[in-house]
């Protein structure tokens, strides 16, 4: 199902991945914004950062560059919010954002089996279908290179699987080498995710959030405001998972966000990533869960069984202040530093 | 020319410029918060931003050079910053209800961002743009000083705004909230307006 831990393909993509963030659209415009308008005085501050960001980083990812160099480069592209790399080295496909000289991967695709899911917290993010009461409706924010949603979809193709993507040029170029295709009850969307959730009048019964981009958040899907959103929009008995890395001090703060929401979080360790299970009411009983992990197992014979991801749930007393700092604050549309967050290295607490 | 001012007020002058300087820019900084939440914060939230500051600061600047030909005092300008400070007063309490309304009626669409950030910038800056055509005004004695005078007044006040950019979006956004960063502009800009009601007395020399 992996490829082998020693290929090159695979070290790179573990290099690639532990570089691996997300970008906010702020911070990739003010770039775009530096090289347009160079007169105004906002821009000296933009090429300030970047250019020392841009050094730093230059120094780091030297080692990540020469590696990319066996990939096969199928496509770049330059959009409204990223600079996109579609690299191939066979069988797999990577969509990847470049951002100060790093390149994050975002998405990638087994061109020899489209079920097959190698970014490890992609399968975590379907471990939320072993908590929804019922699965008639799924919502994803953040497309990419479509996997996670393509994955359900081909399990679950009675289901509606809605994925809302901000950039356009990512959907087209998901189209092109990912396999991905308009099906009944499988439709993507270009908007802003919050956006969509703010008009939609429908009620999901899983909401996976997965929107941010490169090494930053963008701070509107990342605050109280958003979730209580979200959470407006979950189905009796419905689940929201979100991806976080969980490196910097933006971990805490997420934590500390999602929880003011959801009083119940549940967490999966991910190959670097940390996938949050959140949902209203009383925390579910693993037995209860194993019950429906083997139900559901056997009704659409996921890949990925739910009964395996269960293994690895974790609960964290978030309020303790032992795992997550006491000193993180909840974020909120008025107050949301995430790039300063971002910035701050968390200190080595793992999860129990 | 217009009538002299004294030492203390041409400094006064000079501090205001540095001051409204850096408002203008950290206000427009902080426009990208209030808009984000409802219109995405993709590039089409920036270019409305952009054009609506520099929408603002044409109009301020024409206004100032028709002012100049009327009624260039201290405290006109002072009436204008002090105007300028009431309506960033009252933004933080509206913005998300104006926001909503533009996201329900119109969508957020290229109109709907240009006209969110002209709700939230539009009239404020306006205000500050009319302050350095004036106060070039005020600081000129003679003709032949103009330029030296119109040099000094668009640096300090272009200083200002580096500051104000850099101070905002590093600083403040930082590690107080945006409601509250607003509240202490405005609180700046009243304190300018405060300044420049001193009747600084004719020039001596």
């Known amino acids: 199902m992996e490829p082998a831990s020693g290929s090159p393909y695979w070290s790179c993509l573990s290099a690639a991945r532990g570089l691996k963030g997300r970008l906010s659209r702020d911070a990739m415009l003010a770039a775009v914004y530096a090289r347009s308008i160079q007169l105004r005085e906002t821009v000296k501050s933009m090429l300030i950062r970047s250019v020392i960001s841009g050094a730093l980083a230059g120094l780091v990812s030297i080692a990540a560059a020469s590696a990319q160099d066996t990939r096969n480069l199928l496509e770049s592209k330059e959009s409204l919010y990223n600079n996109i790399y579609v690299y191939e080295q066979a069988p797999y496909r990577s969509m990847t954002f470049g951002h100060n000289r790093r390149i994050y991967t975002e998405s990638v695709y087994n061109t020899r089996d489209e079920l097959d899911l190698p970014v490890d917290y992609t399968r975590f993010m379907t471990a939320s279908v072993m908590y929804a009461k019922d699965v008639r409706s799924i919502l994803e924010i953040g497309f990419g290179g479509g996997r996670t949603a393509w994955y359900l979809h081909r399990f679950l193709p009675k289901v509606q699987v809605t994925s809302v993507e901000l950039d356009p040029t990512v959907l087209e170029l998901a189209k092109k080498y990912f396999g991905i295709k308009e099906e009944p009850n499988f439709h993507v969307v270009n908007r802003d995710g919050r956006l969509y959730v703010q008009e939609s009048k429908e009620r999901y019964d899983i909401i996976l959030i997965d929107a941010y981009r490169g090494p930053f958040v963008p701070f509107h899907l990342l605050t109280k405001e958003f979730y209580q959103l979200i959470k407006d929009h979950l189905a009796e008995g419905g689940v929201v998972a979100q991806n976080v890395e969980p490196s910097t001090m933006l971990f805490d703060a997420a934590v500390k966000t999602i929880h003011s929401v959801f009083p119940q979080v549940d967490f999966y360790e991910a190959g670097g990533n940390i996938v949050m299970v959140a949902y209203p009411g009383d925390e579910r009983k693993p037995e209860d869960l194993a019950a429906i992990a083997q139900e559901r197992d056997n009704e659409f014979g996921f890949r990925y069984k739910l009964a395996d991801m269960l293994a690895q749930r974790k609960r964290v007393d978030i309020d303790n202040g032992q795992v997550i700092d006491a000193k993180a604050k909840v974020l909120t549309d008025d107050f949301a530093p995430v790039e300063a967050l971002k910035s701050i290295e968390r200190h080595n607490r793992k999860l129990p | ?205």
Not at chain 2, 162 to 186: C, D
């Open chain 2, 1 to 205: 020319m217009s009538e002299p001012v004294s030492r203390a007020g041409l400094l006064a002058i000079y501090i205001c410029s540095f001051l409204v300087g850096c408002v203008l820019m950290g206000f427009e900084m902080l426009g990208s918060r209030y808009l984000n939440p409802y219109f995405g914060s993709g590039i089409g939230a920036w270019a409305s931003l952009i054009s609506t500051v520099l929408c603002a600061l044409a109009i301020g600047y024409f206004a100032g050079s028709a002012i100049v030909d009327r009624q260039p005092t201290t405290r006109t300008i002072g009436t204008m910053i002090l105007i300028a400070a009431a309506y960033m007063a009252l933004v933080p309490a509206t913005a998300d209800t104006v926001m909503a309304d533009i996201l329900d009626t119109i969508g957020d669409g290229p109109s709907a961002t240009l006209m969110a950030a002209t709700a939230l910038l539009l009239v404020p800056l306006t205000l500050l743009g009319t302050f350095s055509p004036i106060a070039v005004s005020l600081l000129t004695r003679s003709a032949g000083e103009a330029g030296r005078v119109a040099g000094l007044v668009y640096g300090v006040s272009t200083i200002g705004n580096v500051v104000g950019t850099l101070v905002t979006t590093f600083a403040l956004i930082p590690t107080i909230g945006s409601r509250a960063i607003t509240y202490y502009f405005a609180v700046i800009l009243a304190g300018c307006a405060a300044i420049l009601f001193i009747p600084f007395g004719k020039k001596t020399s």
